[in-house]
């Protein structure tokens, strides 16, 4: 009979992203082959564990590598796949964030609610909150602004007192032009912003929007106004880097290069459920097509809700979206069929009834001229080698 392998979970469990982690290594292993797996709670930044010298591990999943721990590791030679967010070319087989797809997607974000002005908020000499500022004013910088931006360390002997980095904040945050749409590197970085905004009278979203990263629930909902927060696909990367440890102890050849995992999504909050449109008019049409986009609304419907012609509102929305009122009921739509192609089972009828279209014939071809894949294509891509997990049931 063969013996299980031993496994050695170096990863946190005291926050959402380490949890998750750990939910996608033990949906893999429900379903793979069962190894005899040593992990202990803790801290994010924690030192290694003891135990981890004091036996003979046949593989090591491992998230706080450091080129100290990287060092040790290599002596022990057994297969590691490192998770850590914190050190590049540590030589051992990676497993991640995609932080700068993460910085895209808030910075589209914004974009799609009509935003002329954009900053963000990180932490200096952190490399996942540099990626993910990258990211971000690589896809605002576009628009030929300048992308303002504010750090300062998160660890260490030179964190500043809270009071005074909030008056550091709060200063900041007077001198920038508004509306504007700020996103900061996490969760935490984003309540920051929010209690200075608070300190300092500036409202949120109207005057300043606020998107974090981590979409830790409880976190973003206690938050006030609530914090919008982009969600890393973090189940995903507990997967994908079980799936490569089973290589590696089985005798193959590690990766040539890092494997990089995508975000899910935004979850959209108080926090920048706004539209940066001085007209009145379009920010009228604009509300009404993200309250009825859903419900099947036409331009003829939009256009009567705010009284003005076809042609008037169609030059609008040109001049300030570059999109026409019928390309953004399309972009909400196709933003709620992702969504719950990703998130549920639901069938595609079920979809193209929550998504506002009578018949999924034709949600499917819109679906496919805007992203040039059919809905199953989409779906099948988005749960490519494991199980999606958290799906509802099909209705």
């Known amino acids: 009979m063969n013996k299980s392998p031993q496994v050695a979970l170096i990863i946190e469990s005291s926050v959402s992203y380490g949890r ?13 082959h069962r190894w005899s797996v040593y992990f202990e709670q803790h801290e994010l930044g924690a030192a290694p564990p003891a135990w981890l010298a004091s036996s003979h591990w046949d593989g090591i999943l491992c998230r706080p590598t450091d080129p100290v721990l990287a060092r040790r590791l290599k002596r022990m030679k057994v297969p590691v796949v490192d998770l850590n967010d914190l050190y590049e070319n540590l030589q051992f087989p990676w497993v991640g964030s995609n932080h700068r797809a993460i910085g895209c997607l808030g910075a589209n974000h914004f974009l799609e609610r009509g935003f ?100 830790e629930e409880i976190f973003c909902e206690l938050c006030n106004p609530a914090l919008s927060s982009v969600t890393p696909d973090a189940e995903r990367i507990g997967y994908h880097a079980a799936e490569l440890l089973d290589q590696l102890m089985s005798g193959q050849s590690p990766p040539s290069q890092r494997i990089l995992i995508d975000p899910l999504h935004i979850v959209t909050r108080r926090s920048s459920d706004t539209l940066a449109i001085k007209d009145r008019s379009v920010a009228t049409a604009l509300r009404f097509i993200n309250e009825q986009a859903l419900h099947g609304c036409t331009v003829t419907d939009v256009i009567n809700s705010v009284r003005v012609s076809r042609s008037f509102l169609e030059r609008k929305f040109r001049q300030h979206l570059k999109r026409s009122p019928q390309a953004e009921i399309r972009r909400v739509q ?33 679906f496919k001229r805007l992203f040039d894949q059919t809905p199953g294509q989409y779906r099948k891509k988005m749960r490519t080698n494991y199980q999606a997990p958290h799906l509802s049931g099909q209705r």
């Open 20 to 32: 998750n982690i750990l939910q996608g290594i033990a949906r893999y292993m429900s379903s793979h």
């Open 116 to 215: 002329h002005h954009f900053a963000f908020c990180g932490f200096s000499k952190e490399l996942w909150a540099e990626q993910r500022r990258d990211g971000f004013c690589a896809v605002v910088g576009k628009e030929g602004a300048p992308v303002p931006v504010y750090e300062s360390p998160w660890r260490g002997s030179t964190v500043s007192r809270w009071d005074l980095e909030m008056e550091h904040i709060g200063k900041w945050l007077s001198d920038l032009p508004k509306p504007i749409g700020i996103m900061a590197c996490n969760d935490a970085r984003a309540l920051h912003l929010l209690d200075a905004c608070h300190q300092t009278g500036i409202l949120v979203p109207e005057e300043v929007a606020v998107v974090g990263v981590d979409n």
């Open 334 to 366: 196709g933003s709620r069929i992702k969504q719950l192609l990703t998130e549920t089972n639901f069938t595609l009828e079920r979809i193209s009834e929550l998504s506002g279209f009578e018949h999924p014939e034709y949600m499917s071809v819109v």
